[in-house]
Protein backbone atom coordinates (compact mmCIF):
# COMPACT_ATOMS: atom_id res chain seq x y z
CA UNK A 1 0.00 0.00 0.00
CA UNK A 2 1.16 3.19 -0.62
CA UNK A 3 2.40 5.06 2.04
CA UNK A 4 -0.13 7.92 3.42
CA UNK A 5 1.90 11.39 2.32
CA UNK A 6 3.40 13.79 5.10
CA UNK A 7 2.39 17.28 5.51
CA UNK A 8 4.45 19.52 6.63
CA UNK A 9 2.18 22.47 8.11
CA UNK A 10 5.55 25.28 8.01
CA UNK A 11 5.21 24.60 4.36
CA UNK A 12 1.87 26.44 2.23
CA UNK A 13 3.21 24.24 -0.23
CA UNK A 14 2.89 21.11 1.33
CA UNK A 15 -0.31 21.51 2.55
CA UNK A 16 -2.24 22.45 -1.22
CA UNK A 17 -0.56 19.48 -2.10
CA UNK A 18 -1.98 17.04 0.94
CA UNK A 19 -5.40 19.06 0.04
CA UNK A 20 -5.36 18.27 -3.99
CA UNK A 21 -4.46 14.71 -3.26
CA UNK A 22 -7.22 14.48 -0.90
CA UNK A 23 -9.76 13.69 -3.82
CA UNK A 24 -12.38 11.63 -2.26
CA UNK A 25 -12.87 14.63 0.39
CA UNK A 26 -13.76 16.77 -2.44
CA UNK A 27 -15.85 14.16 -3.90
CA UNK A 28 -17.91 14.18 -1.30
CA UNK A 29 -18.30 17.89 -0.42
CA UNK A 30 -18.86 18.15 -4.01
CA UNK A 31 -22.42 15.84 -3.80
CA UNK A 32 -23.15 17.53 -0.69
CA UNK A 33 -23.32 20.94 -2.09
CA UNK A 34 -24.62 20.04 -5.41
CA UNK A 35 -27.28 18.72 -2.76
CA UNK A 36 -28.14 21.32 -1.57
CA UNK A 37 -27.67 23.78 -4.52
CA UNK A 38 -30.61 21.36 -5.97
CA UNK A 39 -32.79 21.61 -3.25
CA UNK A 40 -32.46 25.49 -3.25
CA UNK A 41 -33.06 25.79 -6.77
CA UNK A 42 -35.93 23.39 -6.91
CA UNK A 43 -39.51 25.04 -6.90
CA UNK A 44 -41.65 24.02 -4.04
CA UNK A 45 -44.24 21.72 -4.96
CA UNK A 46 -47.77 22.83 -6.15
CA UNK A 47 -51.08 22.37 -4.44
CA UNK A 48 -53.30 20.30 -6.62
CA UNK A 49 -56.82 20.80 -7.30
CA UNK A 50 -59.71 18.22 -8.49
CA UNK A 51 -60.27 19.13 -11.98
CA UNK A 52 -64.17 18.21 -11.78
CA UNK A 53 -64.71 21.31 -9.52
CA UNK A 54 -64.26 25.03 -9.52
CA UNK A 55 -61.45 26.58 -8.17
CA UNK A 56 -62.43 29.97 -8.71
CA UNK A 57 -65.79 30.35 -7.29
CA UNK A 58 -68.04 30.90 -4.35
CA UNK A 59 -68.06 27.11 -3.20
CA UNK A 60 -64.21 27.13 -3.86
CA UNK A 61 -63.53 30.01 -2.05
CA UNK A 62 -65.85 27.99 1.31
CA UNK A 63 -64.24 24.50 0.71
CA UNK A 64 -60.98 26.18 0.86
CA UNK A 65 -61.62 27.02 4.76
CA UNK A 66 -61.02 23.25 5.15
CA UNK A 67 -57.53 22.81 3.12
CA UNK A 68 -55.18 22.50 5.30
CA UNK A 69 -56.82 19.84 6.96
CA UNK A 70 -58.33 17.75 3.76
CA UNK A 71 -54.73 17.85 2.70
CA UNK A 72 -52.81 16.90 5.43
CA UNK A 73 -55.04 13.72 6.09
CA UNK A 74 -54.90 13.33 2.93
CA UNK A 75 -58.68 12.71 1.88
CA UNK A 76 -58.75 14.31 -1.44
CA UNK A 77 -57.31 17.67 -3.74
CA UNK A 78 -58.24 20.69 -1.68
CA UNK A 79 -61.42 21.67 -3.66
CA UNK A 80 -63.25 17.73 -3.59
CA UNK A 81 -66.14 17.83 -1.29
CA UNK A 82 -66.17 14.22 -1.87
CA UNK A 83 -63.06 13.14 0.12
CA UNK A 84 -62.67 10.58 -3.22
CA UNK A 85 -58.85 9.20 -2.57
CA UNK A 86 -60.27 7.90 0.81
CA UNK A 87 -59.67 3.98 0.78
CA UNK A 88 -61.40 1.84 2.73
CA UNK A 89 -58.58 1.25 5.69
CA UNK A 90 -59.08 4.79 5.80
CA UNK A 91 -62.39 5.67 6.11
CA UNK A 92 -62.34 2.68 8.81
CA UNK A 93 -59.75 4.58 10.24
CA UNK A 94 -61.52 7.82 10.47
CA UNK A 95 -64.99 5.68 11.40
CA UNK A 96 -62.73 4.39 14.36
CA UNK A 97 -60.91 7.66 15.61
CA UNK A 98 -64.00 9.76 15.01
CA UNK A 99 -67.03 7.52 16.44
CA UNK A 100 -68.87 8.17 13.05
CA UNK A 101 -70.36 5.27 12.47
CA UNK A 102 -73.86 6.87 11.79
CA UNK A 103 -75.19 10.65 9.79
CA UNK A 104 -76.31 11.40 13.25
CA UNK A 105 -72.80 10.89 14.44
CA UNK A 106 -71.29 13.18 11.20
CA UNK A 107 -73.51 15.99 12.00
CA UNK A 108 -72.84 15.60 15.85
CA UNK A 109 -69.09 15.93 15.25
CA UNK A 110 -69.37 18.87 12.51
CA UNK A 111 -71.77 20.74 15.08
CA UNK A 112 -69.22 20.38 18.06
CA UNK A 113 -66.48 21.51 15.90
CA UNK A 114 -68.56 24.20 14.79
CA UNK A 115 -69.65 25.64 18.31
CA UNK A 116 -67.80 23.80 21.28
CA UNK A 117 -64.60 23.58 19.48
CA UNK A 118 -61.06 22.78 20.87
CA UNK A 119 -61.93 25.36 23.42
CA UNK A 120 -60.13 25.69 26.77
CA UNK A 121 -61.89 28.41 28.97
CA UNK A 122 -58.79 30.19 30.76
CA UNK A 123 -57.02 30.11 26.81
CA UNK A 124 -59.68 31.66 25.30
CA UNK A 125 -59.65 34.57 28.25
CA UNK A 126 -55.99 34.79 27.54
CA UNK A 127 -56.21 35.63 23.95
CA UNK A 128 -59.33 37.78 24.49
CA UNK A 129 -57.15 40.14 26.75
CA UNK A 130 -54.55 40.10 24.35
CA UNK A 131 -56.39 41.17 21.63
CA UNK A 132 -58.00 43.51 23.70
CA UNK A 133 -54.28 44.98 24.63
CA UNK A 134 -53.67 45.42 20.99
CA UNK A 135 -56.78 47.42 20.25
CA UNK A 136 -55.67 49.68 22.70
CA UNK A 137 -51.90 49.47 21.79
CA UNK A 138 -52.33 50.08 18.13
CA UNK A 139 -49.94 47.34 18.24
CA UNK A 140 -49.38 43.85 19.16
CA UNK A 141 -48.14 43.91 23.14
CA UNK A 142 -45.02 42.88 24.61
CA UNK A 143 -45.20 39.71 26.53
CA UNK A 144 -44.89 41.58 29.94
CA UNK A 145 -47.15 43.93 28.95
CA UNK A 146 -49.43 40.97 28.17
CA UNK A 147 -48.99 39.02 31.28
CA UNK A 148 -49.65 42.39 33.53
CA UNK A 149 -53.15 42.83 31.73
CA UNK A 150 -54.15 38.87 32.58
CA UNK A 151 -53.16 39.68 36.15
CA UNK A 152 -55.28 42.84 36.33
CA UNK A 153 -57.94 40.79 34.74
CA UNK A 154 -57.49 38.43 37.35
CA UNK A 155 -55.69 35.81 36.62
CA UNK A 156 -52.62 33.56 37.73
CA UNK A 157 -49.61 35.18 36.33
CA UNK A 158 -47.64 31.74 36.76
CA UNK A 159 -50.25 29.69 34.84
CA UNK A 160 -50.53 32.46 32.21
CA UNK A 161 -46.82 32.56 31.70
CA UNK A 162 -46.88 29.07 30.26
CA UNK A 163 -49.35 29.55 27.84
CA UNK A 164 -48.20 32.83 27.32
CA UNK A 165 -44.18 31.56 26.50
CA UNK A 166 -45.82 28.10 24.16
CA UNK A 167 -47.82 30.97 21.97
CA UNK A 168 -45.17 33.32 21.08
CA UNK A 169 -42.85 30.57 20.35
CA UNK A 170 -45.02 28.93 18.58
CA UNK A 171 -46.35 32.23 16.61
CA UNK A 172 -42.27 32.24 16.34
CA UNK A 173 -41.77 29.27 14.61
CA UNK A 174 -44.73 29.44 12.25
CA UNK A 175 -43.37 32.84 10.95
CA UNK A 176 -39.75 31.88 10.14
CA UNK A 177 -41.16 28.42 8.80
CA UNK A 178 -44.22 29.82 6.65
CA UNK A 179 -42.43 33.39 6.11
CA UNK A 180 -42.62 37.01 7.57
CA UNK A 181 -44.33 37.72 4.11
CA UNK A 182 -47.38 35.52 4.52
CA UNK A 183 -47.37 35.70 8.49
CA UNK A 184 -46.53 39.11 8.74
CA UNK A 185 -45.14 40.88 11.96
CA UNK A 186 -48.54 42.16 12.47
CA UNK A 187 -50.08 39.04 12.83
CA UNK A 188 -50.47 37.46 16.06
CA UNK A 189 -52.92 34.26 17.68
CA UNK A 190 -56.33 35.70 18.25
CA UNK A 191 -57.78 32.39 18.80
CA UNK A 192 -57.43 28.97 17.99
CA UNK A 193 -60.51 28.46 16.97
CA UNK A 194 -58.93 27.67 13.32
CA UNK A 195 -58.29 24.37 13.95
CA UNK A 196 -61.63 23.34 14.57
CA UNK A 197 -63.32 25.50 11.65
CA UNK A 198 -60.55 23.47 9.35
CA UNK A 199 -61.62 20.19 10.70
CA UNK A 200 -65.09 20.45 10.47
CA UNK A 201 -65.10 21.32 6.89
CA UNK A 202 -62.94 18.16 6.83
CA UNK A 203 -65.30 16.38 8.08
CA UNK A 204 -67.88 17.74 6.12
CA UNK A 205 -66.02 16.29 3.30
CA UNK A 206 -65.45 12.92 4.78
CA UNK A 207 -69.14 12.11 5.48
CA UNK A 208 -69.92 12.35 1.68
CA UNK A 209 -66.94 9.93 1.48
CA UNK A 210 -68.66 7.63 4.48
CA UNK A 211 -72.28 7.81 2.37
CA UNK A 212 -73.79 10.19 5.52
CA UNK A 213 -74.43 12.94 3.15
CA UNK A 214 -74.07 14.29 -1.10
CA UNK A 215 -72.57 17.14 -2.15
CA UNK A 216 -75.25 19.29 -1.78
CA UNK A 217 -75.93 18.84 1.64
CA UNK A 218 -72.38 19.24 1.97
CA UNK A 219 -72.09 22.42 0.32
CA UNK A 220 -74.66 24.02 1.99
CA UNK A 221 -72.71 22.93 5.93
CA UNK A 222 -69.59 23.87 4.43
CA UNK A 223 -71.23 27.07 3.45
CA UNK A 224 -72.65 27.61 7.41
CA UNK A 225 -69.27 26.40 9.04
CA UNK A 226 -67.51 29.50 6.46
CA UNK A 227 -70.42 32.38 7.60
CA UNK A 228 -70.45 31.43 11.30
CA UNK A 229 -66.04 30.91 11.33
CA UNK A 230 -65.25 33.57 9.13
CA UNK A 231 -65.98 37.19 10.97
CA UNK A 232 -63.42 36.14 13.53
CA UNK A 233 -60.16 36.30 11.32
CA UNK A 234 -59.24 38.72 8.92
CA UNK A 235 -57.11 37.21 6.13
CA UNK A 236 -56.14 33.75 5.17
CA UNK A 237 -52.98 33.99 6.88
CA UNK A 238 -54.52 34.61 10.00
CA UNK A 239 -56.70 32.01 9.67
CA UNK A 240 -53.80 29.77 8.81
CA UNK A 241 -51.75 31.12 11.40
CA UNK A 242 -54.81 30.32 14.01
CA UNK A 243 -54.78 26.58 12.60
CA UNK A 244 -51.76 25.49 13.03
CA UNK A 245 -50.68 26.91 16.43
CA UNK A 246 -54.08 25.37 17.62
CA UNK A 247 -53.28 21.84 16.68
CA UNK A 248 -49.77 22.23 18.24
CA UNK A 249 -51.23 23.69 21.22
CA UNK A 250 -54.12 21.34 21.41
CA UNK A 251 -51.80 18.28 20.67
CA UNK A 252 -49.28 19.08 23.22
CA UNK A 253 -51.19 20.14 26.01
CA UNK A 254 -49.96 23.67 25.56
CA UNK A 255 -46.44 23.37 26.34
CA UNK A 256 -44.84 23.45 23.25
CA UNK A 257 -40.93 23.32 22.96
CA UNK A 258 -39.12 22.72 19.35
CA UNK A 259 -40.22 18.96 19.94
CA UNK A 260 -44.14 19.18 20.09
CA UNK A 261 -43.52 21.85 17.13
CA UNK A 262 -42.24 19.88 14.92
CA UNK A 263 -44.43 16.58 15.77
CA UNK A 264 -47.59 18.99 15.38
CA UNK A 265 -46.44 21.98 13.06
CA UNK A 266 -46.36 20.14 10.10
CA UNK A 267 -49.11 22.02 8.64
CA UNK A 268 -46.68 25.09 8.22
CA UNK A 269 -45.52 23.04 4.74
CA UNK A 270 -49.20 23.43 3.46
CA UNK A 271 -50.00 26.53 4.94
CA UNK A 272 -46.93 28.11 2.96
CA UNK A 273 -47.60 26.56 -0.17
CA UNK A 274 -51.66 27.36 0.12
CA UNK A 275 -50.53 31.13 0.83
CA UNK A 276 -48.11 31.09 -2.47
CA UNK A 277 -49.89 32.33 -5.38
CA UNK A 278 -46.47 30.54 -7.96
CA UNK A 279 -47.30 27.39 -6.00
CA UNK A 280 -51.30 27.20 -7.26
CA UNK A 281 -51.94 28.37 -3.47
CA UNK A 282 -56.29 29.02 -3.21
CA UNK A 283 -55.47 31.08 -0.32
CA UNK A 284 -52.58 33.42 -2.68
CA UNK A 285 -56.13 34.45 -5.23
CA UNK A 286 -59.24 33.76 -3.29
CA UNK A 287 -60.69 36.89 -1.69
CA UNK A 288 -60.78 36.34 2.33
CA UNK A 289 -64.09 37.87 1.93
CA UNK A 290 -66.91 35.85 0.69
Known sequence: ?????????????????????????????????????????????????????????????????GLLQIVNLPSGHWNDPTASIL??????????????HTRQDWLDNIERLVTVRRRREMWVLYLAVRAQLAEQLGRVPRTKEWLNAIVAEGGDKRDARTFVTSIEYTEGLI???????????????????????????????WGVALGHGDVAEAREIIHR????????????????????????????????????????????????????????GPWATLSWSL
Not at 88 to 97: A, C, G, H, W
Not at 179 to 195: A, R
Request: hydrophobic share 50%; aromatic share 14%; proline share 2%.
Open 1 to 65: MRAAARVDFNNVFSIIEWLISQWWVWVIVGVVALFFIVVWLMPGFKVKADERYSTTDTEANEIAL
Open 87 to 100: GDREKKVLVDQWSV
Open 175 to 205: RKRVGKDIVTPDLFVKTLDGYALGQAVGMTT
Open 225 to 280: INVEGRPAFSSWADFGLSYVAGRVMHWSDGKVDEKAFDKFGDGCVDFQAAATAKRN
